[in-house]
């Protein structure tokens, strides 16, 4: 038995087709169940909803399904999702930290009584809590992607984390008023107090570490990846094909991994400068490892340009920290970390094309800084154009002040 009828929507016909149709009994508690499906044609509404009464009717595991707990399915999901998706590193560490939010919540409950409502109130809750709303939104795609294991595995036939509300919160005038997008670059007198900071203050690696960030635009991780061999100094080319990873817990150990888009694969090239410095570099580096290993017998034996003493490559908090340490000797008040470098890049390609008249298209910029998504790098263009554009017309409006503001005007 189906009814089928028309709801309003926002589409160019007004309105799609809603089918409403009579499912088996719940298993578990034997109440009836109806399955709605709102689609755009009347056929593929009463399909959809067809699709689901099938699988309902296929029956579900009951009794496995009442003794395991959540934790338990999180569990399972988590090994079979690694095993078929083949990620690894720090995707897989985001997913068990997501798993022990959830377990706070659902831990210990039945799979086959966490519900709709219940997954509101969590992630509302969290946002009371003061988490961030990108965390939020991981938390809830992360356990939408064990329910839905959950429901192929046939352990319930519904998914608790469908049609959620996520929190939202409301921007104060403040906000409003200033555009977040600046914060994620420097202006040019912030980078000039930067650098100079750099230069008087500098320790070990970090003129070159910071120089490098600011001119290629690479990530943090990329950077710390970074080997001899895949800087060409006769070239002047740098080739970027992977990200260095330090697991959790791992006493030292790192992995190499690939990075997560192909577009980050990429070579690009860097200034003469940065060449030199790089050469200068890599004899220093050469002499405090050979002073390093005639103290010691702990020297590791790598390629990496930023290293430790003893040879072992720079973790991305080590870049963390020593930039702390700097922006605390400026008077920029940007919560600033190395990532900052990457759009702050971005922005100098771009004002420096349009102050020459040779405009970067977004694809070029894109290629060089390995980004696969257009919409970052589209809105610091944007901005960075609007921005110029208003500094044009201030321009303009200072030199033909005397033009401009008419002299002996009608009285009114």
Not at 4 to 15: D, E, I, L, S, T
Not at 214 to 231: N, Q
Not at 284 to 296: C, D, F
Request: a positive charge; aromatic letters at 10%.
């Amino acid at each position: 038995m189906a009814s089928v009828f028309k709801v309003p929507a926002k589409n160019k016909q007004g309105y799609k087709w809603k089918c409403v149709m009579e499912g088996p009994p719940d298993p578990v508690t034997g109440k009836r169940q109806q399955v709605p499906r709102v689609r755009d044609t009347q056929k593929e509404a009463i399909a959809a909803a067809q699709a689901v009464v099938d699988r309902m009717k296929g029956g579900t595991d009951t009794k496995r399904a009442k003794k395991m707990k959540f934790n338990e399915a999180a569990q399972e999901w988590l090994q079979d999702y690694i095993i078929t998706s083949g990620v690894k590193g720090k995707t897989v560490e985001a997913h068990v930290s997501d798993i022990n939010l959830l377990n706070k919540y659902y831990g210990g409950a039945n799979i086959d009584k966490i519900t709709h409502n219940q997954h509101q109130k969590m992630l509302n809750n969290l946002f009371s809590e003061g988490y961030e709303i990108n965390s939020i939104y991981r938390y809830h795609s992360t356990a939408n992607l064990i329910f839905k294991w959950i429901i192929k595995e046939n352990l319930r036939i519904d998914n608790p984390c469908q049609n959620i509300k996520m929190p939202k919160k409301q921007r104060t005038v403040l906000e409003a008023k200033n555009n977040a997008l600046e914060e994620k670059f420097l202006e040019r007198s912030e980078i000039e107090e930067f650098l100079e900071v750099l230069q008087n203050h500098g320790l070990g690696d970090d003129l070159e570490t910071f120089y490098f960030l600011l001119f290629s635009g690479v990530r943090p991780g990329e950077f710390c990846a970074l080997e001899w061999p895949d800087f060409n100094f006769e070239t002047h080319d740098v080739h970027i094909y992977k990200t260095l990873h330090f697991p959790q817990g791992g006493s030292g150990a790192y992995q190499l991994t690939p990075p997560k888009t192909t577009g980050s694969v990429r070579t690009f090239d860097v200034d003469d400068f940065i060449v030199e410095m790089f050469k200068r570099l890599k004899v220093t580096q050469s002499s405090r490892h050979k002073r390093y290993k005639e103290l010691h017998d702990d020297f590791v034996e790598t390629q990496f340009i930023l290293t430790n003493n003893n040879g072992t490559p720079f973790t991305n908090w080590k870049l963390v920290n020593r930039m702390a340490r700097l922006m605390k000797l400026t008077n920029i008040k940007k919560h600033a970390t190395p990532h900052i470098f990457r759009h702050t890049h971005i922005t100098m390609l771009i004002e420096a094309s349009i102050a020459s008249g040779s405009q970067i298209d977004l694809k070029t910029i894109m290629k060089r800084v390995g980004h696969d998504d257009a919409k970052t790098t589209l809105k610091i263009y944007t901005h960075v154009t609007e921005r110029m554009m208003q500094s044009s017309s201030d321009k303009l409006k200072i030199h033909f002040q005397n033009i401009l503001t008419p002299k002996d005007l009608p009285e009114m």
